[in-house]
T-cell receptor, first 112, second 114 residues
């Protein structure tokens, strides 16, 4: 079963605009990670935010985490056509023995 | 450093056959995890190996099995293939010795069952 649920499922924006994706999850976590997947390729790790962090930045990426609401958001600023991909959140649960669990993904299309 | 390498990239099999997929992790990484990705179910965790031992297992039938060798390379085997096993199989590696390490993925093996 999916731990994380992304919203929206698909997003289409113009180059230069910002893209925001949301992730909700169910259990307590150690950290939450965001990955990108280009069509037909493997996933690429973008950013990790720990449960005691509220916001993190990496280049044009900004991630927030609200553990009280069990939700996270990924903001991509000044989007480029090359950002076109699927984006997944993945939660690392606190329960020992539980594994990294991926959400359903958001398909982002950036129009040139 | 070379990335995670999965072979073969594409595979076509028929129902009832078995298949073995291979994964070479990044040098120095001792944890290898396998995932199945389908349009309907998304990314589903199969199992994780660390230092040749299965450390974690997902909810897949016993037809799905794996192993890890002393050099950390891993293989995944699926027996008695079913149409529903058609998927992209992804392997990911990390050092595996502490919490919060990002996974490094290969480009996967696309398995098609006829």
């Amino acid at each position: 079963s999916q731990q994380g649920e992304e919203d929206p499922q698909a997003l289409s924006i113009q180059e230069g605009e910002n893209a925001t994706m949301n992730c909700s999850y169910k259990t307590s976590i150690n950290n939450l990670q965001w990955y990108r997947q280009n069509s037909g390729r493997g996933l690429v790790h973008l950013i990790l935010i720990r449960s005691n962090e509220r916001e993190k930045h990496s280049g044009r990426l900004r991630v927030t985490l609200d553990t009280s609401k069990k939700s996270s958001s990924l903001l991509i600023t000044a989007s480029r056509a090359a950002d076109t991909a699927s984006y997944f959140c993945a939660t690392d649960p606190k329960s020992s023995g539980d594994k990294l669990t991926f959400g359903t993904g958001t398909r982002l299309a950036v129009r040139p | 450093k070379a990335g995670v390498t999965q072979t073969p990239r594409y595979l076509i099999k028929t129902r009832g056959q078995q298949v073995t997929l291979s994964c070479s992790p990044i040098s120095g990484h001792r944890s290898v995890s396998w995932y199945q990705q389908t349009p309907g179910q998304g990314l589903q965790f199969l199992f994780e190996y660390f230092s040749e031992t299965q450390r974690n297992k997902g909810n897949f039938p016993g037809r799905f099995s794996g192993r890890q060798f002393s050099n950390s390379r891993s293989e995944m085997n699926v027996s008695t293939l079913e149409l529903g096993d058609s998927a992209l199989y992804l392997c990911a590696s990390c050092q595996g010795d502490r919490e919060g390490q990002p996974q490094h993925f290969g480009d996967g093996t696309r398995l098609s069952i006829l």
